[in-house]
């Protein structure tokens, strides 16, 4: 970084036509989260003093998609889409008086890698500009580099063909002062076919007042950007190829990787075991040693060291598994905390609850939480027995040592060590069935 600050900006106004949707590109989710939450990780990792979106396309949408992915992002609009430099220049009333390093990211660009971004930030050239040695070339624009550094960034259309020949090209994504961009970017000019103002046009004006442009060069596989639903699927195949990678490095045992979806912010511990379709919502953190069997789905939620969850278990957002807590087949968790040693074994839905330690819950338990209108806690103490076909009608509280009757409703707080049963008198009568099924075989044989 350098010393006198960094800020970023990330463009995000595009309507990605290619895509087929009304959904804004930039929303289109990549690894459990949008396209831009990549992008505005990336550039929060380089600890800048501001990061400014440029929204145009569903600008409320990627407005409120920000907000919520970084709270300390601005957001600015592009009302018309005039090009890039235009939609840098959108930006330049939120930096005013910084005077660092601007890194321009763009929101559909996901894999950037962070020693790039390093490189970039500290790179002591009035302007820099990310290049990539391209296998095929193609269309892009092509960078001219001497022992001077960067010349000039020629487009496809306007180079002859030796300049083709050039495999260095351009990704999109600069660096350079905050006084030169604000200088330099007043100069635009849009006289091309598109009637654009171009980003690439800032190399040609810096060098025309004797600063030095040059190059970062990145492998290609960061500059992959997205443009259409095919580009997306490739995306998330590299994606989770990468994350799923990073998790066995780092001493996590993935049984059958293929199968494992993660998410951006994924955090899993050593020695953790992750058994085969095993899907990752945004917001997971499972702790060494603990063990997610397959075919689970967790989000927002948190397991601790030595817990077990599934196999076919749902954990939802605000899930919170204590140490050792065992949580079992077809079991949903939501919004729910479970102290140390807890046991769920099956066909259960724990919301809006808080279970005491080594506590067990019966098959078939349920804690009522929602009247239509509002959601209700359900506490229940530590060492309880909840015991099989339980509904809880919250708000209720079991006490410590307490236990309920098989097939209960409860609807009143049990106080500790009680034992409470909630269910109607059981009555039997003697022959009735097989009268009753005669009677009835009788009246089918009739019609």
């Known amino acids: 970084?350098?010393?006198?600050?960094?800020?970023?900006?990330?463009?995000?106004?595009?309507?990605?036509?290619?895509?087929?949707?009304?959904?804004?590109?930039?929303?289109?989710?990549?690894?459990?989260?949008?396209?831009?939450?990549h992008a505005l990780r990336a550039a929060r990792n380089l600890q800048p003093e501001q990061i400014v979106v440029v929204t145009g396309?569903?600008?409320?949408?990627?407005?409120?998609?920000?907000?919520?992915?970084?709270?300390?992002?601005?957001?600015?609009?592009?009302?018309?889409?005039?090009?890039?430099?235009?939609?840098?220049?959108?930006?330049?009333?939120?930096?005013?008086?910084?005077?660092?390093?601007?890194?321009?990211?763009?929101?559909?660009?996901?894999?950037?890698?962070?020693?790039?971004?390093?490189?970039?930030?500290?790179?002591?050239a009035d302007l820099v500009v990310l290049g990539f040695e391209a296998d095929d070339p193609g269309r892009y624009g092509r960078l001219v580099v001497t022992d001077r550094g960067l010349e000039r960034i020629v487009e496809y259309k306007d180079a002859d063909a030796a300049t083709r020949e050039i495999v260095l090209c351009n990704s999109g994504v600069m660096a350079l002062q905050a006084d030169l961009l604000r200088r330099l970017i007043v100069g635009l000019g849009n006289d091309n076919a598109a009637g654009e103002y171009y980003l690439t046009d800032l190399v040609a004006l810096a060098r025309a007042e004797g600063r030095r442009a040059d190059?970062?060069?990145?492998?290609?596989?960061?500059?992959?950007?997205?443009?259409?639903r095919a580009e997306l699927a490739a995306a998330e195949a590299a994606f989770q190829a990468r994350a799923r990678a990073a998790l066995m490095e780092d001493g996590v045992t993935l049984t059958d990787p293929g199968s494992i979806f993660l998410a951006l912010?994924?955090?899993?511990?050593?020695?953790?075991?992750?058994?085969p379709n095993v899907v990752f919502g945004p917001g997971v953190t499972v702790e060494s040693g603990a063990e997610i069997l397959p075919f689970c789905h967790l989000e927002g939620c948190h397991v601790s060291e030595g817990a077990t969850v599934g196999p076919f278990a749902r954990l939802r957002?605000?899930?919170?598994?204590?140490?050792?807590?065992?949580?079992?087949?077809?079991?949903?968790?939501?919004?729910?905390?479970?102290?140390?040693?807890?046991?769920?074994?099956h066909l259960t839905y724990l919301g809006d609850a808080h279970v005491g330690e080594h506590t067990n819950i019966g098959a078939g338990t349920i804690t009522c939480n929602y009247d239509g209108v509002s959601k209700h806690r359900t506490t229940i103490g530590p060492r309880a027995f909840i015991g099989s076909d339980t509904m809880l009608v919250a708000p209720v509280h079991v006490g410590a040592d307490a236990m309920t009757g098989s097939g209960s409703t409860i609807t009143e707080d049990i106080p500790d060590g009680a034992l409470a049963i909630g269910r109607a008198r059981q009555v039997t009568k003697p022959g009735l069935a097989t009268r009753l099924m005669a009677a009835l075989r009788l009246k089918k044989e009739a019609r």
Do not use: W
């Open 57 to 124: 396309h569903g600008a409320d949408a990627v407005a409120r998609a920000v907000a919520k992915l970084d709270p300390e992002a601005e957001t600015v609009l592009q009302a018309e889409q005039l090009g890039t430099g235009h939609a840098v220049r959108q930006a330049l009333p939120s930096l005013e008086g910084f005077e660092g390093r601007v890194i321009i990211l763009y929101g559909d660009t996901p894999f950037i890698a962070q020693d790039t971004l390093d490189e970039l930030a500290a790179h002591p």
């Open 265 to 275: 912010d994924t955090v899993i511990g050593r020695d953790a075991v992750i058994g």
């Open 1 to 37: 970084m350098s010393e006198a600050g960094l800020a970023v900006v990330v463009l995000a106004a595009g309507q990605g036509s290619r895509m087929q949707s009304d959904l804004p590109k930039v929303l289109h989710r990549l690894g459990g989260v949008p396209l831009v939450g």
């Open 215 to 228: 190059v970062v060069i990145c492998d290609e596989a960061e500059t992959l950007g997205i443009n259409t």
């Open 317 to 345: 957002p605000g899930a919170e598994l204590g140490t050792d807590v065992h949580v079992g087949n077809f079991v949903e968790i939501k919004n729910a905390v479970l102290d140390e040693g807890v046991k769920v074994g």
